[in-house]
């Protein structure tokens, strides 16, 4: 008899709580970022932003390579367990060098750790689970992002904290030592993991190679890909259809993440600007990012057993494309919210930071519609070669979201203020608009173990 956690596969539980403690380094090190920056560093706020969502973009670029390398030659659990070393040594940079350039390498190497676990956890997740339990799937989805999250609450909480009293130096090793935690974690369920093996170097061209073969020998009459079926076989081009599917939808996704992580450094900065009294209180301004993990858990279950299941009971069908529709929609207003925040602000106004919330909570619901069904729709549409790949397309969004976002703070053609909030409040709409179309002519697939 199989051993179980909780109903999950045992080695789920060295799955979450390694994630736990890696969410709780990666986010309390985030969480005093931008203020170390600034305060520290002496950064300008614009480049301070730049700076915060070069090192995001990066840290979301990377999983291409981290996917590569795990599908293709060292599987999931090698480079997992490798690059946690790399992200561990990033941490103890950060912690033992307060300047400009220990900033540049710690965070190098961070994103290099952090960047390459990213898609070969998530899709590890996938591979614990076979025809008798598959119908767990979207279930330990939501388990995991619940800890994500619960790692995420406490470091948001306790890293700004300890930055104010004790510096950046005990700041950042505090992040350094859970990640070391972490990797000790995850390397004790490695008797229990189901492993993959990797497709090897003679895999290694399936997408480019496929792609690039199509586009080169191109028949009349012929779908393009298809032109690429007597050379790869039907198989592997229709991997590689799969492929360009899901990034075709994933595409709109960009401009979610546009907005999404400026929660750690423009509304931050907003939140420094505002009364920080609450309840009688004194907090942080990057504590106020603690309010969305928090809100995370909450809304899980109550989406999940409450918002949907009425939803279909209304007779409206609940589908992951949906979900991500409807919850850039949401993005857009929360936006529109904090906008109006900034423009009472700009005014002369001194508001309390507990007007945050309410547009922490419209955005907290937007994540959960987008970002959860966005992990299980990736799993699910992706061929068994091609997980790690088609997870590195989910987080490549995120990485060119956040570069737009730098790029547009290095041009800081706004000069900070209201106008800023309501461009991107635009901007999401008009990319909803465009996800919705091409949603609407997507043909799902089912890759889950049979």
């Known amino acids: 008899m199989k051993k179980t956690w909780f109903g ?10 390694s994630e736990a403690c890696e969410r709780f380094s ?9 203020v170390f920056m600034t305060h520290t560093l002496l950064y300008q706020e614009y480049q301070a932003k730049g700076i915060y969502h070069l090192f995001m973009s990066a840290n979301y670029f990377l999983p291409l390579v981290g996917g590569y390398l795990a599908d293709r030659f060292l599987g999931k659990y090698r480079t997992i367990l490798w690059l946690s070393i790399v992200y561990c040594i990033g941490h103890g940079v950060l912690a033992l060098f307060e300047s400009r350039t220990g900033l540049f390498v710690g965070l190098g190497l ?9 898609p070969c956890l998530s899709a590890f997740v996938g591979d614990q689970f076979d025809k008798s339990n598959r119908h767990l799937v979207a279930k330990v989805y939501d388990l995991f992002y619940f800890s994500i999250n619960f790692g995420s609450f406490f470091s948001s909480l306790l890293v700004p904290w300890t930055y104010r009293w004790y510096g950046p130096g005990i700041a950042f090793g505090i992040p350094g030592v859970l990640m070391a935690l972490a990797t000790w974690i995850f390397w004790l369920g490695r008797k229990d993991f189901v492993l993959v093996a990797p497709t090897g170097a003679a895999q290694s061209s399936q997408f480019l190679g496929v792609s690039w073969y199509a586009l080169t020998h191109r028949r009349q009459g012929a779908s393009w890909l298809d032109n690429a079926t007597s050379k790869f076989g039907e198989e592997r081009v229709e991997g590689v259809k799969a492929a360009w599917g899901v990034f075709a939808v994933f595409s709109s996704v960009v401009g979610f993440w546009a907005l999404y992580d400026q929660t750690g450094s423009s509304w931050v900065i907003q939140a420094s600007k505002m009364d920080l009294k609450v309840a009688g209180y004194v907090i942080e301004a990057s504590q106020i990012q603690a309010l969305n993990p928090i809100l995370v858990m909450l809304l899980i279950p ?30 857009g207003i929360s936006f529109l919210m904090v906008g109006t925040i900034q423009l009472i602000l700009d005014r ?13 909570l419209v955005l907290t619901a937007a994540e959960v519609m987008i970002s959860i069904t966005g992990l299980e729709f990736a799993y699910t549409q992706a061929p068994p070669s091609m997980k790690g790949t088609i997870m590195s397309f989910w987080l490549l969004t995120i990485a060119a979201g956040n570069f ?32 919705v179309w091409i949603a609407t002519r997507y043909q799902e697939r089912d890759y889950l173990p049979s």
């Open 110 to 118: 961070i994103a290099v750790g952090a960047g390459g676990i990213k």
């Open 8 to 17: 999950f596969p045992l080695q789920i539980s060295h799955i979450v709580g």
């Open 404 to 435: 737009l976002t730098a790029v547009i703070s290095a041009l800081n053609p706004f000069n900070g203020g209201a106008p800023e909030f309501f461009f991107y409040a635009g901007l999401v709409f008009a990319v909803a608009l465009s996800f």
């Open 348 to 360: 002369g106004v001194f508001l309390s930071v507990a007007w945050q919330f309410f547009p922490f």
């Open 302 to 331: 109550i989406f999940t057993w409450g918002i949907y299941p009425g939803v279909e009971r209304l007779g409206f069908k609940v589908t992951p494309l949906r979900k991500m529709g409807a919850g850039m929609l949401i993005t």
């Open 26 to 34: 990666y986010y309390g090190m985030r969480s005093i970022l931008v």
